[in-house]
C-alpha cells in the first residue's frame, strides 16, 4: 500500500463521520445514530469539487475500550480525517493543498494501523483507499496551483500570537495560565499548545486535531524574500537582512539577538519575537493584511492585538518584558502595551495611535 508507519498516544471519544466531494459546496448535518460506523466517502464530480461533511451521532464503540491502543489508531485517523477535510472547505495556495494531501496521508496511514481484532477493521481497511484518492485529489489541486503571495491564514505555526490560534484553531477545551511565567496553555481535547507572552512557543498534538503547519514552520510564499516578520524563523530574517553585524545567543533561554548596526532582531526558540528598528534598515512587516478582510479605520480597548496591528501598521519597535509578561508596540514616541495578547495600556505621545 506504500503508507508511512506513524502512531501517536492517548485518548478520547471516537466520532461518526462522513467526508464527502462534491459540487454543491460545503453542507453539515447531524443526527442521532448511535451504532453506525464510521464512514468517509469521496465523490469527485468535475474540477469544481469541494467538501461536504456530515457527522452523524457522537457514540462509541462498546466492543473496544476507546483508551486501548486497538482503538487509538482508529480514533486519530478521525480526527487526521477531519482536520484535513476542514482544510479542504478552504485551501487555495499550493502549500494548503500540499498540507492536505499530507493530513489525508497521515489518516489513511493510522487507518492502514489498525489491528485485525478491532470490531472496525474491515472498515478501516475500505478507508484506507478511501483516503488515498483524497490524497491524490489534494497533490492535483496542489499541482494546479501557484505558490502563494502572501501568508497562509489557514495554518498557524510557531510565533503564531493568541489571538490568530482563536481564530483559526478555535475555543480550547481548558486553558492553564501560569501568570509568574508569562505562559498559557491551551488545551484540545489532549493536544494542546503552549503560548509565551501571546505568542505560540511549542505544542503537542495528542490528539492529531491541531491545524498547525508542517514542522510549526511557516509555509514559503513569494513574497517571503522581501520581508519578515514576528513568528518568522531564523533563516528567513537572515535571507531577507543578510549576514548580521552582530551575533549574540543564550543557550540556556534558546534566545538569539541579530544586529544590523544599531538595530536587532530578538529571536526566542528559533523565532522572531522583538526587534528594534533604529536605523530604519530592518525589512519587517508586520500585520500583513488578510484577504477578504478590509482595515478598519480606528480600534478600541476591546479590540483584539491583530486588529490593532492591522490598523496601526508595522511598529517601529515591538519589545517583550518577561518581569511583567508585556509586549509594548512602539509608534515612534507612542505605545501600546499587551498582555498575553490582550491591551492592559497604551500612551499616545505622538498622537499618531487610531484609537476610539
Known sequence: MNWR??????????????????????????????????????????????????VGGLGFWRAADPRSPASEDFRLAVNKAMSAAQLTQAARSREEWETVAVWWQDAGDLMDEVPT???????????????????????????????????TTQLWTLGTTRDTLLRIQGTPTRIVRYDSLCKEVFYY??????????????????????????????PKYQSSGDFWTLGSSREEVLKVQGT?????????LRSELLYYDNSLVELQHGVVTSYRNFDQN?????????????????WTLDSPREEILRVQGTPTQVLQNDALCQETVYYNNSSIQFKNGAIVGYDNLSRNLKIR
Open 117 to 151: 481484532r478491532h470490531p472496525q477493521y474491515a472498515l478501516a481497511q475500505a478507508k484506507v483507499q478511501e483516503y488515498q484518492r483524497n490524497r491524490n485529489y489534494a497533490r492535483r489541486k496542489a499541482a494546479d496551483q501557484p505558490l502563494a503571495t502572501e501568508p
Open 244 to 252: 548580521p553585524t552582530q551575533l549574540v545567543q543564550d543557550d540556556a
Open 282 to 298: 530592518l525589512k519587517v512587516v508586520v500585520a500583513v493584511p488578510v484577504a477578504g478582510r478590509p482595515v478598519p479605520d480606528f
Open 189 to 218: 481535547k489532549s493536544s494542546k499548545v503552549d503560548l509565551r507572552n501571546g505568542y505560540i512557543t511549542g505544542y503537542d498534538d495528542l490528539d492529531n486535531n491541531l491545524l498547525v503547519a508542517d514542522g510549526g514552520h511557516p
Open 5 to 54: 508507519k506513524g502512531k501517536t498516544p492517548p485518548a478520547f471519544e471516537n466520532a461518526e463521520i462522513s467526508i464527502y466531494l462534491t459540487e454543491e459546496g460545503l453542507r453539515i448535518r447531524r443526527k442521532q445514530s448511535w451504532q453506525r460506523p464510521l464512514g468517509v466517502g469521496l465523490a469527485l464530480a468535475g474540477v469544481a469539487a469541494a467538501t461536504a461533511i456530515a
